[in-house]
T-cell receptor
Framework: AQSVTQPDIHITVSEGASLELRCNYSYGATPYLFWYVQSPGQGLQLLLK??????LVQGIKGFEAEFKRSQSSFNLRKPSVHWSDAAEYFCAVVPSNTGKLIFGQGTTLQVKP | EPEVTQTPSHQVTQMGQEVILRCVPISNHLYFYWYRQILGQKVEFLVS????????KSEIFDDQFSVERPDGSNFTLKIRSTKLEDSAMYFCASAGTGLLPYEQYFGPGTRLTVT
């Protein structure tokens, strides 16, 4: 069955430090991959997506993610974290043509001043 | 910037009651979705809707659930007889002006509390 794993449930980084959130997926073909962010009390905002082509994709708010087929991974990165980045981050996969999203468990990011 | 809206933001209901959660998708989108997130758990797909019919549904989406697009703007999720375990945040999403339905935009959610 298709699945998405985010190994880190909670991550704390200092403001200005770099960030990498991990995501692994289990799917036979190359799926469509997404990262969403959820701030407290807010809905899910799309950060970036990968459909095909260049495996390094740029998103909003200075985030980027790299698709690595050999590792079935789609890790999210940011070179310098801001306090406003504190939120929950979800990796997601679309395995079917109806667009159904399968989400990972989420990673909560805390930013220390 | 166009956005998905949902009402109400919080709904409290008693077990066994019917609830209707409302969503206004982005106006030119063609694909519509409901997801839910039980507190502390992952976001789960419930149902997708395209061309006025359900295109896919999860095992969660049993006979107690139904969806409707009653007019050109609203998309509703009805739970016929709520259970305690239906307490969750329900998200509506919409996508797709063309071939790709995959870039989904989410509403802020409705928190449903069943007592």
């Amino acid at each position: 069955a298709q699945s998405v794993t985010q190994p880190d449930i909670h991550i704390t980084v200092s403001e200005g430090a770099s960030l990498e959130l991990r995501c692994n997926y289990s799917y036979g073909a190359t799926p469509y991959l997404f990262w969403y962010v959820q701030s407290p009390g807010q809905g899910l905002q799309l950060l970036l997506k990968y459909f095909s082509g260049d495996t390094l994709v740029q998103g909003i708010k200075g985030f980027e993610a790299e698709f690595k087929r050999s590792q079935s991974s789609f890790n999210l990165r940011k070179p310098s974290v801001h306090w406003s980045d504190a939120a929950e981050y979800f990796c997601a996969v679309v395995p079917s043509n109806t667009g159904k999203l399968i989400f990972g468990q989420g990673t909560t990011l805390q930013v220390k001043p | 910037e166009p956005e998905v809206t949902q009402t109400p933001s919080h709904q409290v209901t008693q077990m066994g009651q019917e609830v209707i959660l409302r969503c206004v998708p982005i106006s030119n989108h063609l694909y519509f979705y409901w997801y839910r997130q039980i507190l502390g758990q992952k976001v789960e797909f419930l149902v997708s809707f395209y061309n006025n019919e359900i295109s896919e549904k999860s095992e969660i989406f049993d006979d107690q659930f139904s969806v409707e697009r009653p007019d050109g703007s609203n998309f509703t999720l009805k739970i016929r007889s709520t259970k305690l375990e239906d307490s969750a945040m329900y998200f509506c999403a919409s996508a797709g002006t063309g071939l790709l339905p995959y870039e989904q935009y989410f509403g802020p959610g409705t928190r449903l509390t069943v007592t």
